[in-house]
């Protein structure tokens, strides 16, 4: 199993990259055998198919950084700390936060609808080998294509891409989002950036709401600091506009979807080759 998968722009002419942690889908044998869940309750916790999303990323300049073992088995999306003491043996937490007591630490201890992945615990040196294996090499990746996108560009922007159960959002909520930016409330990315990005979502038909109920997790707030020109919008995607949720795969939207993100993703990239439509207008 690799730690990531990193497709390269073909070249880089952009600030902008695109990473998706979550849609792996290749599970080592090891973890099948120990999981007392069978491989489609484990595929739940999936941002599965959004890597088909980002297909037109590479020849719009910008590169692609994929996580190479799926979330139920490592969340690049969880700082290394965020050790969970019912899975694990031998940890010992001194502050809880809400990740960690619902099970969605580094090392998950559930799927989706709160089903528990082992029967018992794990060993510490377990958990240990998959940070150093696969969640090390990760963030290391990620930090270097920051800096390095920010030393060529004078920025880097990245769009830290994720989908969203369809009963995520209420069901009563009659205008009920179909993306949902995160930006930590301002804290990860300058607002002009994500003005434009709403933009061309709701450009492209889709309702956007921003950071309810997803503000932006682990990847937005280690990488999202606009002081020093590095800025993080994280977006989920309904899930429904594309998969079946049940069977995990592909629904029959998935091909009209797929080419409606085609040419979302070429806009996103283009932001990254100026200073975005809201700071040229004020400049104006």
């Known amino acids: 199993m690799q730690a990531y998968q990193f497709i390269p722009a073909a070249p880089a002419t952009t600030s ?11 599970y080592p044998d090891e973890f099948l055998r120990a999981a007392q869940l069978d491989e ?9 198919y959004v890597d088909m999303l980002l297909r037109a ?74 940070l150093r294996s696969y969640w090390q090499p990760y963030h290391d990746k990620l930090s270097g294509l920051m800096a390095d996108t920010a030393q060529q560009f004078g920025k880097a922007i990245l769009f830290d891409m994720h989908s969203m159960p369809r009963d ?7 205008n009920r989002p179909d993306v949902v930016l995160g930006d930590r409330f301002g804290a990860s990315c300058r607002l002009d950036i ?44 309904d899930r429904g506009l594309y998969l079946d949720e049940a069977r995990v795969a592909p ?15 070429v806009a996103l990239a283009d932001i990254g080759r100026s200073a975005g439509k809201t700071a040229a207008l004020a400049a104006e």
């Open 194 to 237: 994500v003005d434009d990005v709403a933009a061309i979502f709701a450009d492209a038909g889709l309702r956007v709401a921003r950071n309810a109920p997803f503000a932006g997790a682990y990847i937005a707030q280690r990488y999202g600091l606009p002081s020093v020109g590095q800025h993080v919008v994280q977006v989920e995607i």
């Open 57 to 130: 990323a590479p020849l719009a300049g910008a590169h692609v950084l994929l996580g190479g073992v799926p979330r139920a088995y490592v969340d690049y999306n969880r700082a290394a700390s965020e050790l969970d003491p019912a899975l694990i043996s031998g940890i010992t937490v001194r502050a809880m936060n809400a990740r960690i007591s619902s099970g969605l630490g580094v090392i998950p201890r559930v799927v989706a609808g709160g089903r528990a992945i082992y029967a018992g615990k794990i060993t510490r040196a377990q958990a240990q080998d998959r």
């Open 168 to 174: 995520a959002v209420s069901l009563r909520n009659a």
């Open 40 to 48: 489609l309750a484990l595929r739940s916790s999936e941002d599965a």
């Open 251 to 265: 629904n029959a939207s998935f091909a009209d979807f797929q080419a409606l993100m085609d040419r979302v993703v």
């Open 16 to 26: 902008v990259l695109f990473a998706s942690p979550h849609s792996a889908r290749s």
